[in-house]
């Protein structure tokens, strides 16, 4: 969790250099990585027909030898090409995995990784996990936050690490019963028992409470649902992580994963609709619109 707690950061960072020049001269980083790189897009192909967020590939910003190497699909070419670098002057840890607009760039979302995840088992199943956060962004992201009032108050208060910080209760007794037994009245497609649970909660919770925990079943469980449909791809075991007490942030991606694929079974189809899915996701108990 501690790593999570740089992501927002490093948008200061590339906003505060974002003179710095484009990469012109042949770079041996580039040579280390173009191999790696090269394989994100035969994945593409085998992911793509999960879901549309699989069918493009995102920048990639690779943190080594305390610089940021930006890498861009050419356009037109399934290659990636380097094309910026710029001093890390945060000190980002290795095991970075995040999503982020990069302010230098336009605004253009991009996968901020460090170089041992193209080594790892699951690494790139985690990059596809943060392009479905790209993909989320160019969609409808922006759009989704500006109707939360937990993210004006936050934007009110420059409080850019809301979607991290956010003091939820997660240990709080009710909130561990009815969200548990929420998982398995999604899990057993127990409709009744899934809307009787989920509007208790919605009545428990703080307007701002139900807008944090909904955001993020959109955000991450999205995200995680789509994750354990490549990890059934490539023949990697399911990602279950935040399903156990105690929870914390993480089960809402667990949970997300777990009531987007109970809507998708009632509705077949909506999860390719991310507004929709968000409003389906929010709405407690009331009909998916």
């Given at each position: ?8 950061s490093?948008?200061l ?7 710095a ?26 992911f ?27 356009p ?22 995040a999503?982020?607009p ?22 790139y ?10 993909a ?16 004006r ?5 420059k409080?850019c690490?809301?979607?991290?910080q ?5 240990m ?7 969200y ?7 899990d ?10 989920r509007?208790?909660?919605?009545k ?9 925990l ?8 999205l ?22 007490p ?8 667990r949970g997300?994963?777990?009531l987007?694929?109970f ?12 507004e929709k ?12 619109p």
């Amino acid at each position: 969790m501690k790593r999570t707690l740089v992501f927002l950061s490093l948008a200061l960072l590339v906003q505060a250099l974002g003179m710095a020049g484009a990469q012109e001269a042949k770079d041996p980083v580039a040579d280390k990585y173009s191999a790696p790189l090269q394989k994100i897009f035969d994945l593409e192909a085998r992911f793509a027909p999960l879901h549309p967020a699989l069918g493009k590939v995102y920048p990639v910003a690779i943190v080594e030898n305390k610089k940021f190497y930006f890498f861009d699909p050419a356009p037109g070419e399934k290659v990636y090409r380097l094309v910026r670098t710029v001093p890390d002057t945060f000190n980002i840890l290795t095991g970075i995995r995040a999503a982020m607009p990069l302010a230098f760039w336009d605004n253009r979302i991009a996968c901020v990784v460090t170089g041992e995840i193209f080594g790892e088992p699951d690494g790139y199943v985690f990059i596809f996990h943060e392009f479905v956060h790209c993909a989320q962004w160019d969609c409808c992201e922006q759009k989704l936050k500006e109707g939360l009032s937990i993210y004006r108050e936050a934007m009110k208060n420059k409080d850019c690490m809301w979607e991290l910080q956010y003091p939820f209760l997660y240990m709080n007794p009710a909130f561990i019963k009815s969200y548990f037994a929420l998982f398995k009245a999604w899990d057993g497609n127990d409709t009744a028992a899934a809307e009787s649970l989920r509007a208790t909660l919605d009545k428990a919770l703080s307007p701002a409470e139900w807008e944090y925990l909904t955001w993020q079943e959109w955000k991450e469980g999205l995200a995680r649902y789509l994750e354990n449909r490549m990890r059934e791809v490539v023949g990697l075991p399911e990602n279950k992580g935040g399903e156990n007490p105690p929870f914390n942030r993480v089960t809402f991606y667990r949970g997300g994963d777990k009531l987007i694929g109970f809507l998708e079974r009632r509705r077949p189809g909506i999860v390719n609709d991310l507004e929709k899915l968000y409003l389906g996701i929010s709405a407690a108990k009331k009909e998916i619109p």
